[in-house]
């Protein structure tokens, strides 16, 4: 399986307290496995009009530490989150209701009080949230990588 949708949080939680604060506030559930906890809710709980009402949505909440840059001085619009949750459909492939579901998880991150980015597809920014402020969707076409930084609107954090 490969993780489509993610979230990135800034947070002094660990990843297994973000994971259950998710899970209450969708009605899902969290499972630990090989010590990472996964977050669980069923497709028909964030999407109820959903043809897989019974599929599982979700995946790890991990620690998420940046890769090193290339070149000094280099960075992406990720590097300075220390959580990642990762999502995908489980049983079955529809990228479009990934996306809606994923949407659905990060309208409650942001009401969490959390600096957190979403991203699809490992690159493509699609909204951001910071404390105090509501979520900003970035225009179509924006990337994670510092070339995109203009677009970004004060939006995300930098390490």
Same mark, same amino acid.
């Given at each position: 399986?490969?993780?489509?949708?993610?979230?990135?949080?800034?947070?002094?939680?660990?990843?297994?307290?973000?994971?259950?604060?998710?899970?209450?506030?969708?009605?899902?559930?969290?499972?630990?496995?090989?010590?990472?906890?996964?977050?669980?809710?069923?497709?028909?709980?964030?999407?109820?009009?959903?043809?897989? @009402?019974?599929?599982?949505?979700?995946?790890? &909440? #991990? =620690?998420?530490? $940046?890769?090193?840059? *290339?070149?000094? !001085?280099?960075?992406?619009?990720?590097?300075?989150?220390?959580?990642?949750?990762?999502?995908?459909?489980?049983?079955?492939?529809?990228?479009?209701?990934?996306?809606?579901?994923?949407?659905?998880?990060?309208?409650?991150?942001?009401?969490?009080?959390?600096?957190?980015?979403?991203?699809? @597809?490992?690159?493509?920014?699609?909204?951001? &949230? #910071? =404390?105090?402020? $509501?979520?900003?969707? *970035?225009?179509? !076409?924006?990337?994670?990588?510092?070339?995109?930084?203009?677009?970004?609107?004060?939006?995300?954090?930098?390490?």
């Amino acid at each position: 399986m490969s993780v489509r949708e993610q979230i990135f949080i800034r947070t002094d939680r660990k990843p297994a307290e973000i994971a259950g604060v998710i899970a209450t506030l969708v009605n899902g559930r969290t499972e630990v496995s090989n010590d990472d906890t996964w977050l669980l809710v069923s497709i028909g709980t964030l999407l109820p009009d959903s043809d897989l @009402r019974s599929a599982e949505f979700g995946g790890p &909440v #991990l =620690p998420y530490v $940046a890769d090193p840059p *290339f070149q000094p !001085g280099e960075f992406e619009a990720t590097d300075a989150y220390n959580v990642e949750v990762r999502l995908w459909l489980a049983g079955a492939r529809n990228e479009a209701l990934e996306a809606a579901a994923a949407d659905q998880i990060f309208a409650v991150v942001a009401r969490m009080e959390v600096a957190a980015v979403q991203v699809r @597809r490992d690159d493509k920014l699609i909204r951001a &949230v #910071l =404390p105090g402020r $509501a979520p900003y969707d *970035f225009p179509a !076409g924006t990337l994670i990588y510092e070339t995109d930084r203009d677009r970004w609107n004060g939006y995300v954090l930098e390490a």
